[in-house]
Nanobody, 115 residues
């Protein structure tokens, strides 16, 4: 059973930074692509960033240049470093991976950016 547990959310002023963490367990996730999504109430879940097992990264245009995704395979952890935060980044952030055809999600961590 794959488990994903996010942490690191909180309240920050606009222009500030936060680092989210996602600890993964239950599978050989070192070879799995890991993703961050976010979802505001009433909105569809929005893809934010991806890091492949080989370390390649991709970002949504809305966060490119401000957010950085990384992974520490020894710790089975994926990070999302968020800089220059804006009020529109306020929402719940979710960690995701797809393992053997099944999508797994964490419980989410709330990020609130005050203007």
């Amino acid at each position: 059973q794959v488990q994903l547990v996010e942490s690191g959310g909180g309240l920050v002023q606009a222009g500030g930074s936060l680092r989210l963490s996602c600890v993964a367990s239950g599978a050989n996730l070192r070879i799995s692509a890991m993703n961050w999504y976010r979802q505001a109430p009433g909105n569809q879940r929005e893809w934010v960033a991806t890091i492949t097992g080989g370390g390649s990264t991709a970002y949504a245009d809305s966060v490119k240049g401000r957010f950085t995704i990384s992974r520490d395979n020894a710790k089975e952890t994926v990070y999302l470093q968020m800089n220059s935060l804006k009020s529109e980044d306020t929402t719940v952030y979710y960690c995701n991976t797809n393992w053997r055809g099944v999508a797994y999600w964490g419980q989410g961590t709330q990020v609130t950016v005050s203007s």
